[in-house]
């Protein structure tokens, strides 16, 4: 089916309104704020650190598809001080769930700055959105099970609890979890279900995160590293981190993780030489969506969505 059905319909159109104005409030924001918008490259030369890398065939040689802004956020942070993109982004999720698309649109924040001024934007940024959809979408959010005086209600500071209390959390709600394992969907499902705003997760384990996350100097062994969940049992909607600025602390991280720096090239050769504080955050666009207007999978958070196992509509 291409095209069509779906377009016809209330919720797809409310959806796509929505979305737009949505946008419009983050750009207002951020414009408003001193941010520049940049835009990345779509196709990029190397996998680097993430998985689930689409491949492209790029004339004779091998492309692959962007997952965010980093390493070029490198570049724009050190020139531009303050800069946002808005763009989209490819993952090869194998598994169809209900909240994973293969192609989506993220919301990327990286300044010159802690992360502790960092999580004080996104919130800032979130609870704008939020407020502008309750005066702007009235009538679309109609269409869902979403009353506005939730919307107008986000209020910042966002609620914030540590990786170390989230674990204590979980384990005297009775969950069999250890420190140092990821939380997975389902924990952070129950932990999503305690809020009734969203809320962040900090300071996750080095083990469990990108080798550019920049240690905690108070407790080594943790990141100073940020995910932004929605409540009732939503779960995660955007993460971010402090990033390592100076070569010579990259590589020593880089030996510590038994990572050798040559399959890093492409990462390496957008450090600056000057050093100073960065921190970013990415927010997915349809999560967000999802969340905002209480949808049970986020397919219906976008027209002509793509799933492991669609890409023909
Ligand atoms: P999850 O564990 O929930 O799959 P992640 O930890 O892999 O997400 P990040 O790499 O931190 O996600 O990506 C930042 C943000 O991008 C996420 O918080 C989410 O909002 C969005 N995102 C990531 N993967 C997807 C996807 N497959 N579909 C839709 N949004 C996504």
């Known amino acids: 089916m291409f095209g069509g059905q779906n377009f016809q319909n209330e919720k797809a159109i409310a959806v796509i309104k929505i979305r737009a ?35 492209v065939k790029y004339f004779d040689k091998k492309a692959y598809l962007v997952q965010g802004l980093q390493p070029y956020a490198n570049v724009f942070v050190a020139w531009l001080g303050k800069i946002y993109t808005i763009a989209p982004a490819f993952r090869a999720e194998r598994v169809r769930t209900q909240r994973h698309l293969t192609e989506f649109w993220r919301i990327e924040v990286a300044q010159q700055c802690e992360l502790d001024v960092m999580i004080e934007v996104q919130e800032k940024l979130v609870a704008h959105i939020c407020h502008s959809l309750s005066k702007e979408a009235v009538e679309m959010l109609e269409c869902f099970d979403r009353s506005v005086m939730d919307l107008e209600g986000v209020q910042t500071p966002f609620p914030k609890l540590t990786y170390d209390e989230a674990i204590d959390l979980l384990q005297r709600d009775g969950f069999n979890v250890s420190w140092g394992q990821t939380l997975d969907w389902e924990l952070e499902k129950h932990l999503s279900h305690r809020f009734s ?8 384990p080095i083990s469990i995160e990108t080798f550019f996350h920049k240690s905690d100097p108070e407790k080594p062994e943790l990141t100073l590293s940020v995910d932004l969940l929605a ?23 880089m030996a510590e993780e038994k990572i050798n720096p040559a399959d890093q090239q492409w990462y390496m050769s957008f450090m600056q030489r000057r050093a100073f504080p960065h921190s970013g955050f990415m927010i997915g666009l349809e999560r967000l969506i999802q969340w905002i207007c209480k949808l049970k999978h986020i397919e219906e958070a976008v027209v002509f969505p793509r799933l492991s196992d669609s890409v023909y509509s």
């Open 197 to 204: 705003q969203p809320f962040f997760i900090t300071k996750f």
């Open 21 to 55: 104005k949505l946008l419009h409030a983050a750009r207002r924001w951020l414009d408003e704020n001193g941010y520049v918008e940049v835009h990345g490259p779509t196709l990029v030369p190397a996998v680097g650190y993430w998985l689930g890398h689409f491949e």
């Open 231 to 253: 409540p009732e049992g939503y779960g995660e909607i955007g993460s971010g981190a402090q990033r390592i600025t100076e070569k010579k602390v990259l590589l020593q991280k």
